[in-house]
């Protein structure tokens, strides 16, 4: 991976860590305000349009091309080989419900999940950075980090309930403990780093922006992550493909998860 691609891609995500923090202190009641219809048909959030806007001008002014997939604008062809896989923020509701548990979340690749090349993930209200390249393992605030290989004894997962509910999802929930925490990127980041077992969402509702950099996060922490059918979670670089998703720390646990034949 390149490296102006991979300190542009950085610096993407820090102007818009900083965007968003200016914009919760100063206009915290507008974050969650509709202003219009997003790429993918989803109402576009006051704060998503100020994020995806800062990525947008960092690119058109960059000597370095890229070109751009989000939520908001979809693709934005910027003359270059890699796109950008971008979900401005990661958690709207959370962030302008006041819980501080959102992310900004980049990756690098060219036309699928599988070839993405590196990958960041911030928790914006913390500071935390979570980030991976291929073949070189998986790292919080630089330090490298490993999925469990082995659940704990009484397991700890986070399950998409409410709306979202499956039968599946109901018998996993009798699991252990059980925490859902509305961003799909940092969910998936925390099974990287051990402190969840498994992160589990049983309906095809997730977009390749919501997981591309946290997929690679995973894997690269020794993890891995499917779908509730047990294949191989893979998806083109676009707005219309929806996937379910099973992140664990091992293939045994997967296994062990997934509905039996």
């Known amino acids: ?9 950085y ?32 109402p576009t959030s006051y704060i998503d349009q100020v994020a995806e806007d ?21 693709f934005v062809d910027f003359g270059g080989t890699s796109v950008f896989v ?9 962030a302008y419900r006041g819980i501080p548990f959102y992310s900004v979340s980049l990756a690098i690749g060219t ?4 070839d993405i090349e590196y990958g960041i993930v911030k928790n914006i209200p913390t500071g935390d950075v979570f980030t991976a390249e291929k073949h070189q393992g998986a790292f919080l605030n630089n330090t490298r980090i490993r999925a469990c290989e082995v659940p704990s004894a009484e397991m700890l997962s986070s ?8 039968s599946r999802a109901g018998l996993l929930s009798k699991k252990g403990n059980i925490r859902s925490f509305g961003s799909a990127s940092l969910e998936m980041c ?21 997981i591309a950099a946290a997929t690679l996060i995973v894997r690269e922490a020794g993890g891995v992550v499917k779908t509730i059918t047990g294949e191989t979670l893979d998806m083109e670089f676009d707005l219309v493909g929806r996937t379910s998703v099973l992140a664990g720390c ?12």
């Open 1 to 9: 991976m390149e490296e102006t691609l991979k300190h542009l891609a």
């Open 11 to 42: 610096q993407i995500v820090e102007q818009i860590s900083r965007a968003v923090k200016k914009e919760t202190k100063k206009n915290f009641y507008k974050l969650g305000k509709t202003i219009g219809i997003g790429a993918d048909g989803s």
């Open 54 to 74: 800062v990525a947008l001008a960092m690119l058109e002014k960059s000597s370095v091309k890229a070109n751009l997939l989000s939520e908001e604008k979809g």
């Open 86 to 94: 971008l979900d401005p923020v990661d958690g709207t509701r959370n």
């Open 111 to 114: 036309s699928k999940i599988s």
């Open 159 to 166: 399950i998409s309930l409410g709306k979202n509910y499956t």
């Open 190 to 210: 925390l099974v990287a780093l051990s402190a969840l077992d498994f992160y589990f969402v049983g309906r095809d509702i997730l977009r390749v922006v919501d």
């Open 250 to 261: 091992s293939e045994k646990l997967i296994r062990d998860l997934l509905p039996k034949a």
